[in-house]
C-alpha cells in the first residue's frame, strides 16, 4: 500500500476507480444544477430578474432537492467508499453493492426533479399539504425520496465489508481512527435511509389511495432533517481529519483511542437533540421545550472537540518547525493547494454557523425566527462554506489521483474559496439582519406591493449580491474539480501528493497550542452576542413567525 493517499487512490483497480470517477461526475453536475436554481432564486429575490412566483418556488425546490439531498449524498456516498477502498489499500469488497445504491440514488434524483414539475412546487420538505390538489406530483416526489433512502440503506454495505473483512480474516486487530469514523459515517448514512423512508412512505402511500393523509409529516420531517443536517457535519469532521493527513502527514497528537470516542460522540449526542426542530409545533409541551434547548446545547459537542484535535495537532507541528507568534505557525501549511484553502474558509464557516445556530435553537428566539430568512441566511455557512467546501476539497485530492490528470489550474482554484466565503458573508450579514427583522424566507417577493419596509428589499438585494458572488465562485471550483474526472496523458506530478515536509521530527514537548481554544471561546462570545441581540430585537419584530413547520 502507497505511503500516500495519492499513491493509495492511483494503486486501486480499474472497476473501483471508474465507479468512483462516476459517483463523482454525477455529484458534481447535481452541485451545478443546484446552484444555477439558488443563484436564479436569489435574483429573483433581489429583484434583479422577474420570474412569476410559481416559477420562483420551483427553482427554489429544484436548488433545495438538488443541493440539500443529492450533491451532499451522492458525494458522501463517493468519498466514503473512497476512502473505505484505499484503507487497507486492497479495493472494494462487495462493489456490486455499490453500483445498486449508487443506481437507486441516481434513479430518485431523476423522479425528485420530476416531481419538483408537476403539480405545485412542494419545496424540498415535500409537505403532503401542497400536494392534496395533485396527488401524483406528491407521488413522483416522494418516490424519488424513496429510492435515495433505499440506495443509502444498500451503498453503504458495501464500504462496512470493505472495512470489517480484514478484522474478521484475522489481519487485523483493531480498527484504525480512520476506518472507525468511516464505519460510523457509514451506519449514520444507512439511519438516515431508513428515516427518509419512514418520512415519505406515507406520503406516497396516500398518493396510491392506500393509506390515510400523512397529518403527522411535519413531526417526521424535523427527524429527517435533524439528521440529514448533521450527518453532514459529521462527514466533513471526518474528511478534515483524513484531509488534514494527506495535506500535511500530520496524525492526532492526542492518540486514535482519543480520536474514535470523539466519533463515536456523533452516535450519542447527535440522534437525541431533534427536539428543537419541533418547537414551532404549537401543541408541543413546555417541558418539551425546554428539555430540546438544552438538549441541542450538546449538539455542536463533538465537532468543537473535533475541530480542537485537529487545529492542536497542526499548531504543536507547525510551531515544532518555523512556526512563531499566535498566527506565524499558519504559514507553514499548504496553502498552495486549493484544498488546503477550502479547509480553511470551511472552518471560519462553521465557527459563524455553530454562532447563529446556537441563536435559531433558544426556546423563545424559534418561533420567531425559524420562518425567516433567518434560517437561510445562517444555514448556507454550513451547508456552502462547510459541508460543500469539504466535499469539493475531498473530491480535489481523490480525482486527481484517480484520473491521473492533474488538477485545473490551481492557481486560480485556491482563490475561490475565499471568493465563496466574501459572497457568503454578504449573503449571510443580510439574511440574518433580515431574519431579525422578521422577512420571510418562504415568499419570492417580499415587497407585499409597497406595504413592507423599504429596508427589506435593500437587504434582498444585499442577498442577490452575495448569493451571485457565492454561487460564481462555487460553480468554477466544481468545474475545476470535475476537469480533473477526464483521465490525462501524463501522470500526476510528486507534489500532487500533498504532503509537507516536516523534516522527519516529531512535535517538540511543552509545545503549547493557543489557536483552538481561543477559537472556541470567541465563537461562545459571539453565540452568546447574537442571543442577546435576539431577545432585544423580538420585541419589535415586525412580522411574528409561529407554527409555519419549522426547517
Not at 468519498?79 to 443506481?103: D, I, T
Not at 438538549?295 to 465537532?303: A, D, K, N
Amino acid at each position: 500500500m502507497g505511503s500516500t493517499y495519492k499513491e493509495r487512490f492511483a494503486a486501486l483497480p480499474a472497476r473501483d476507480r471508474r465507479l468512483l470517477v462516476v459517483m463523482s461526475g454525477a455529484s458534481l453536475g447535481m452541485l451545478l444544477l443546484g446552484i444555477a436554481g439558488g443563484l436564479l432564486t436569489a435574483l429573483a429575490r433581489g429583484g434583479l430578474i422577474d420570474i412569476l412566483p410559481n416559477t420562483g418556488y420551483r427553482l427554489l425546490t429544484l436548488h433545495g432537492v438538488s443541493i440539500f439531498f443529492y450533491w451532499l449524498f451522492v458525494a458522501q456516498a463517493a468519498l466514503l467508499l473512497g476512502f473505505a477502498a484505499v484503507e487497507q489499500g486492497r479495493g472494494l469488497l462487495r462493489r456490486g453493492l455499490a453500483w445498486v445504491g449508487f443506481a437507486l440514488m441516481l434513479a430518485g434524483f431523476g423522479a425528485s426533479m420530476a416531481g419538483a414539475h408537476i403539480g405545485v412546487p412542494l419545496l424540498y420538505d415535500g409537505a403532503p399539504g401542497l400536494g392534496a390538489l395533485a396527488p401524483s406530483g406528491l407521488l413522483v416526489f416522494n418516490l424519488g425520496y424513496l429510492l435515495l433512502g433505499v440506495g443509502l440503506l444498500v451503498l453503504p454495505a458495501a464500504a462496512i465489508v470493505t472495512l470489517l473483512t480484514p478484522r474478521w480474516e484475522g489481519r487485523q486487530d483493531r480498527l484504525s481512527a480512520v476506518g472507525f469514523a468511516l464505519f460510523a459515517w457509514a451506519g449514520f448514512l444507512m439511519v438516515s435511509g431508513f428515516a427518509a423512508l419512514y418520512t415519505f412512505l406515507p406520503g406516497l402511500l396516500w398518493a396510491l389511495g392506500l393509506g390515510a393523509f400523512p397529518e403527522n409529516h411535519g413531526t417526521n420531517w424535523h427527524i429527517v432533517f435533524h439528521n440529514m443536517h448533521y450527518l453532514p457535519l459529521m462527514a466533513t469532521v471526518i474528511l478534515w481529519y483524513v484531509l488534514v493527513q494527506a495535506l500535511t502527514g500530520v496524525k492526532s497528537v492526542f492518540g486514535e483511542r482519543f480520536s474514535k470516542i470523539v466519533f463515536a460522540m456523533y452516535l450519542v449526542f447527535v440522534p437525541p437533540t431533534s427536539l428543537y426542530h419541533m418547537f414551532l409545533e404549537p401543541d408541543l409541551p413546555g417541558a418539551v421545550r425546554v428539555t430540546g434547548s438544552l438538549l441541542s446545547l450538546f449538539v455542536s459537542v463533538p465537532t468543537l472537540t473535533a475541530f480542537l484535535i485537529i487545529i492542536a495537532s497542526l499548531e504543536i507541528h507547525a510551531r515544532g518547525q518555523a512556526g512563531r507568534g499566535l498566527f506565524g505557525w499558519l504559514q507553514v501549511l499548504p496553502w498552495r493547494h486549493p484544498a488546503m484553502s477550502a479547509l480553511a474558509v470551511a472552518v471560519l464557516s462553521m465557527g459563524l454557523g455553530i454562532v447563529f445556530a446556537f441563536v435559531l435553537i433558544q426556546e423563545r428566539l424559534a418561533p420567531l425566527l425559524s420562518d425567516t430568512f433567518f434560517v437561510p441566511g445562517y444555514f448556507h455557512f454550513f451547508t456552502v462554506g462547510t459541508v460543500s467546501l469539504t466535499l469539493l476539497a475531498a473530491l480535489a485530492v481523490m480525482l486527481p489521483a484517480l484520473g491521473g490528470r492533474p488538477l485545473w489550474r490551481p492557481g486560480l482554484l485556491r482563490w475561490m474559496p475565499w471568493l465563496v466565503f466574501a459572497g457568503l458573508l454578504v449573503f449571510g450579514a443580510a439574511g440574518v439582519a433580515a431574519g431579525y427583522l422578521g422577512v420571510p424566507r418562504r415568499v419570492i417577493d417580499v415587497a407585499y406591493q409597497g406595504q413592507a419596509p423599504m429596508l427589506w428589499q435593500g437587504l434582498m438585494l444585499a442577498i442577490a449580491i452575495g448569493g451571485a458572488v457565492m454561487a460564481s465562485a462555487l460553480a468554477v471550483i466544481a468545474a475545476g474539480v470535475a476537469a480533473s474526472l477526464w483521465r490525462g496523458r501524463v501522470p500526476v506530478p510528486a507534489s500532487a501528493g500533498l504532503t509537507v515536509d516536516w523534516g522527519g521530527s516529531t512535535p517538540a514537548p511543552g509545545v503549547a497550542a493557543w489557536m483552538g481554544p481561543l477559537s472556541v471561546l470567541i465563537i461562545v462570545a459571539a453565540m452568546y452576542l447574537f442571543t442577546a441581540l435576539g431577545f432585544e430585537l423580538m420585541q419589535w419584530l415586525p412580522v411574528a413567525a409561529s407554527g409555519g413547520g419549522g426547517h
